[in-house]
């Protein structure tokens, strides 16, 4: 009895979908009462909070105006010594505390804080607010990475020197190396410079999860101390993402509120083990676990570029968490560029921008490949779908276009393809070749072959030669996967129909072997 066919397929551990599906988004609802509340509590409390923070302002500007003074932040910088350093830690800190209190956040402070000489990094997370700065406060003004365009800020910018940041500029092409030299500087010098204060994550998240770390704190090899951020608050109006409430509506709500804790949490500093100061990304993946457990919560491979590729799907009208795919985890799995997912982006919109939701079915598949709904398509759909939902997410479709469409696109399989269509082997495909094929394989409409035909013969001469089959196919390489998954079906349905002798001289094995070919490539 011939074996059956196998359509689903086991999906590696490492590709399934993440714990937390989107990290970027805060849907905060208010309810009437809530808002009726925020007004009446923000009529008073908004005109107080603003004379408070105003009168901070004017004392603190003058004292970091004083502090920074002929203190220079580029060249042969050194770091803050006498004075200067003691008024950073004690005036400075003891006014950014003011000024955090008229805020109206109530500061709750747990462990303890070692120094520069015990662990030179301070890795904080989850990063989810810009009033994450308060930290800063706490920990006693440590340096921190920012960007040159800050210091110009009006005010603030002053603020921002007494630090002593490490500088980070876009257009300068070696400010990434600069960095982190810098960074590798400070954290090794004995605890000349003051700790170093870092947010890994490198981006706000809503704080369901921890993303991955960026490896910067981790390159220098030396002790971190985690430090975690909770804001145990009834109604969120800090957390700041790039779907939700604008930075102006959360500082509103915020001072519209009686009080907003925060707490911060001072973990056991983690010295690295020699495997660790050999590995940057070990030693994040460890301090990570570390601070994911204290929260508890998971961790995920987003990153940043997830991001990126968010506000692109946003820009070709899906719903913008359809171009979420833990970029680090599928890059490095898969071996492609942020580039190169951008482009299939592009393609899976096309496809899905009438689909609600941003998945496509086969419906939509078969359209836009302009073929039928037919067993090929079929199972090419079903390799496509990971989770045999029925529906195909932008995550499935670069997973699927890489691992399985792809590596089909070789020469030998495309100049097979080629002549299932070429039957009189002059190396060209006329119309009437290509028509009687898809109509007998494949159920194509005359209609569909018509604009399927002028696709692939690019220079319209009315026949399509190797070379524009060969282009083609790399542009669409769903093509290529779709005939050979045709040849397999045939071959199947071809030893579905032999006789017991016959199946039996040919060997199930090969059968077998040619129904689970696609697990290997999966």
Not at 496 to 521: C, F, H, V
Request: charged content about 20%; glycine content about 6%.
């Amino acid at each position: 009895m011939p074996s059956e066919r196998v359509f689903a397929l086991p999906r590696q551990q490492s590709l399934l979908l993440p714990a937390v599906i989107n990290p970027f988004v805060q849907d905060t609802k208010l309810s009437k009462a809530t808002i009726i509340k925020c007004v009446l509590q923000g009529i008073i409390l908004v005109p107080l909070r603003a004379i408070f923070i105003s009168l901070v302002l004017m004392v603190t500007w003058p004292v970091a105006v004083i502090i920074t003074f002929k203190h220079p932040l580029k060249g042969a910088v050194a770091p803050m010594t006498g004075w200067r350093r003691l008024m950073c830690q004690s005036v400075m800190a003891a006014l950014g505390r003011a000024y955090y209190f008229c805020m109206g956040f109530r500061v709750v402070v747990k462990g303890k804080q070692v120094g520069s000489a015990e662990a030179p990094i301070l890795a904080v997370a989850p990063h989810s607010t810009f009033f994450d700065g308060i930290v800063c406060i706490v920990a006693g003004l440590p340096s921190t990475v920012s960007r040159v365009e800050n210091l110009a800020t009006p005010i603030f910018g002053r603020f921002v020197r007494c630090l002593q940041p490490v500088l980070v500029s876009r257009k300068d092409p070696d400010s990434r190396k600069n960095t982190i030299q810098e960074i590798v500087g400070r954290a090794k010098s004995g605890g000349l410079w003051p700790q170093v204060l870092i947010f890994p994550e490198g981006t706000c998240t809503n704080r369901s999860c921890l993303i991955t770390f960026k490896l910067g704190a981790f390159i220098p090899g030396v002790p971190v101390q985690p430090i975690i951020l909770r804001y145990p608050n009834k109604i969120d109006t800090v957390t700041w993402t790039w779907q939700g409430f604008s930075s102006r509506t959360l500082l509103l709500l915020t001072l519209c509120q009686l009080y907003t804790t925060v707490e911060i949490e001072f973990l056991p500093p983690h010295i690295p083990t020699e495997e660790e100061k050999k590995s940057p990304a070990l030693l994040a993946s460890k301090v990570r676990d570390i601070m994911a457990k204290a929260l508890g919560v998971p961790v995920t491979d987003h990153t940043y570029e997830d991001c990126r590729l968010m506000i692109s799907a946003g820009e070709l009208t899906l719903p913008m968490e359809a171009g979420l795919v833990e970029f680090t985890k599928i890059s490095r799995k898969l071996n492609i560029k942020w580039d190169n997912v951008r482009k299939e982006l592009d393609s899976f919109a096309a496809m899905a921008t009438s689909c609600k939701g941003g998945r496509i079915t086969i419906k939509e598949f078969a359209s836009f490949l302009k073929l039928p709904i037919n067993p090929a398509l079929e199972e090419l759909f079903a390799l496509f779908d990971r989770n045999g939902d029925g529906t195909v997410d932008f995550r499935e479709y670069v997973i699927g276009v890489t691992i399985l469409c792809r590596p089909a696109n070789t020469d030998e399989v495309l100049r097979m393809a080629f002549r299932l269509f070429d039957t009189d082997e002059d190396e060209r495909i006329t119309r009437e070749e290509f028509t009687a094929l898809l109509r007998s394989a494949l159920g194509v409409s005359d209609l569909n072959m018509v604009k399927l035909f002028k696709e692939i013969d690019a220079d319209s001469s009315g026949f399509i030669t190797f070379s524009e089959f060969q282009s083609f196919a790399t542009i669409h390489p769903e093509y290529a996967k779709l005939f050979t998954t045709y040849l397999e079906l045939q071959r199947y349905q071809a030893i579905q129909e032999a006789t017991p002798g016959e199946l039996e001289l040919s060997g199930a094995g090969e059968n077998q072997e040619d129904s689970i070919s696609d697990k290997k490539d999966d």
